[in-house]
């Protein structure tokens, strides 16, 4: 029966690893690697060219959460390779590396039944969250690799040393994942494999490994930005809204009917009258709490468009806590019996996953597509327009600031610490790392350019942009119209010189590029910055 598990195991393997494959080659469309991703690339482009491992040349601001990605992307660059193209083969061998140990935690699971060992790996590539991630540009896959990896190595190795040091990659990758690595030492220490000698044991390896290979990384990545946690956290994190958990809730709701999860999740649940003598189900389940916790404290995402990445550590242990349910559900029928029903409820899950995820919801994501397209186009029309020294603000830190190799101000705060730092706000736009902006503290720094979108009446919309309405009109001026949304234009249709009006709105002109104003014109912009005579809402946020 082993060796039946061990051969279903390699069969689903190799049947998930084409499928996903083949899922994002249908996917794939290059400007489909989101903007946040940039903003590693610009991390490690400036790491290879030997500036360190900085936003803007000479700031020290930690606005990346993947030290690891970002430090394989610098290898690349340093060999003058493609950075999106190499981050898409990254996180396709990731995404194909998950597979394989997700099919060798599901056979420790399932010891017995080979049919359920391939359910989780197949599961795993027919929801559509997964193709995405490989043309996202993202680290995703590959800390979801990692973490699946030491419990590989935890549990069926029963190699804790190893387990520890890819725990620490996984940290190194997201911060979260030293969570994950508490949880499992806190798991092992309480109910670790065989007497209590051996769980304690195993449980200093675990932590010895970790922390050896963890704590240096921490130490100087502390002394080098001078904050215990990255920038990111203090945007995403910090001031605790009610909210923001309602927030997070509302969202939770609605990804977990797009992963098509329910089903998944009352399997699962069969699971929990066996929680006190199966440590595996112990050990899942408080995973799967540890990362619902996780995505509620920080309001959900902004991406689930590319899927529920927050929820990802999650789906592992819930696909194989389903498999089990599903086992535990038919274990009192006959042999026979139980084997039709076992087939045919998992290629249903396996069908509806594809369904409800491809074709029907695995969109190619055309709008994003054009919208990327359009920033892209942008940004190198600011490197062949401007100076070099030319200093852009944009809400979009990673695509304009990557291409355009221009200083930029991120009005959002992924890369600015000041504005990471501020308080939430309490009124105005508000979501997942937008919920900090402070227009004038952008309007202090005098970038040459501006980018912001606006609404149908030519109103600024970006990071409270819409409530320096003085400042704005003597500072800057509106001169170039991006074109977001509606239908792919012309070659020479991306970008139109002119004002906003609601007919380009309504065309798809939806971002505004506005420049400093300059010589005579600007003589109200020098006066009232001299008098600093405008309007400063409280805290310096808000939004129309």
């Not at 249709?493 to 939806?510: C, I, K, S, V």
Request: glycine fraction near 10%.
């Amino acid at each position: 029966m082993r060796a039946r598990g061990a051969s279903a195991a390699l069969l689903a393997a190799a049947a998930a690893a084409a499928l996903l494959l083949a899922r994002a080659a249908h996917l794939w469309d290059p400007y489909l690697l989101v903007d946040d991703a940039f903003i590693s690339f610009r991390y490690a482009a400036h790491l290879a060219e030997g500036h360190g491992l900085v936003f803007n040349e000479g700031e020290k601001v930690e606005g990346y959460t993947n030290f690891l990605w970002t430090l394989l992307l610098a290898g690349g660059a340093k060999l003058g390779l493609d950075l999106p193209l190499l981050s898409v083969a990254l996180a396709a061998a990731a995404g194909i590396a998950a597979i394989v140990l997700l099919a060798r935690l599901a056979r420790h699971a399932l010891p017995e039944t080979p049919l359920l060992v391939a359910l989780p790996p197949l599961l795993w590539a027919a929801l559509g969250s997964q193709p995405r991630f490989v043309v996202s540009g993202m680290e995703t896959l590959l800390f979801a690799a990692l973490l699946l990896l030491a419990l590989e190595r935890l549990l069926v190795a029963r190699r804790p040393v190893a387990s520890g040091i890819a725990f620490a990659l996984a940290a190194m990758t997201r911060p979260e994942g030293g969570v994950y690595w508490l949880l499992t030492a806190a798991w092992a220490l309480l109910r670790g494999p065989g007497d209590a000698g051996e769980g304690r044991r195993g449980t200093l390896r675990l932590g010895a490994a970790f922390t050896a290979l963890y704590l240096p990384y921490f130490l100087w990545r502390w002394a080098y930005y001078g904050w215990l946690l990255p920038n990111t956290f203090y945007v995403k994190a910090t001031g605790f809204t009610w909210s923001r958990i309602g927030r997070g809730a509302e969202q939770l709701l609605l990804l977990i009917a797009q992963w098509n999860a329910w089903p998944l999740l009352l399997l699962a649940l069969l699971t929990l009258p066996a929680l006190r003598r199966d440590r595996f189900a112990l050990l899942g389940w408080g995973w799967i709490a540890a990362t619902v916790a996780y995505f509620l404290w920080v309001g959900g995402d902004f991406l689930p468009f590319f899927g529920p990445r927050f929820l990802l550590p999650a789906l592992p242990f819930l696909l194989i806590l389903a498999a089990q349910g599903l086992g535990r559900l038919t274990a009192a029928l006959a042999p026979r019996a139980a084997a039709v029903v076992r087939a045919a409820a998992a290629a249903a899950l396996v069908a509806a996953a594809l369904w409800l995820s491809w074709p029907e919801r695995l969109s190619r994501l055309e709008g994003l597509a054009l919208e990327m397209e359009s920033w892209t186009r942008l940004a190198h029309w600011i490197r062949e327009k401007t100076p070099p020294g030319a200093l852009v603000a944009t809400g979009g830190a990673g695509i304009v600031p990557y291409y355009s190799r221009r200083p930029t101000v991120d009005m959002y705060g992924l890369a600015d610490e000041h504005i990471a730092h501020l308080p939430p706000l309490t009124s105005g736009f508000r979501t997942v790392a937008h919920e900090k902006y402070d227009p004038h503290y952008v309007l202090d720094r005098r970038p040459d350019l501006l980018l912001s979108g606006v609404r149908r009446d030519g109103v600024p919309r970006t990071a409270g942009l819409g409530r320096a309405p003085v400042r704005l009109r003597a500072c800057y001026a509106p001169f170039l119209l991006i074109k977001v949304r509606g239908a792919r234009p012309p070659e020479e249709g991306w970008l139109r010189f002119g004002r906003p009006a609601p007919e380009l709105y309504d065309d798809g002109y939806q971002t505004v590029v506005y420049r400093r104003r300059r010589g005579a014109a600007a003589d109200s912009c020098r006066k009232l910055e001299r008098r600093r005579e405008w309007d400063r809402p409280a805290g310096g946020a808000g939004a129309p």
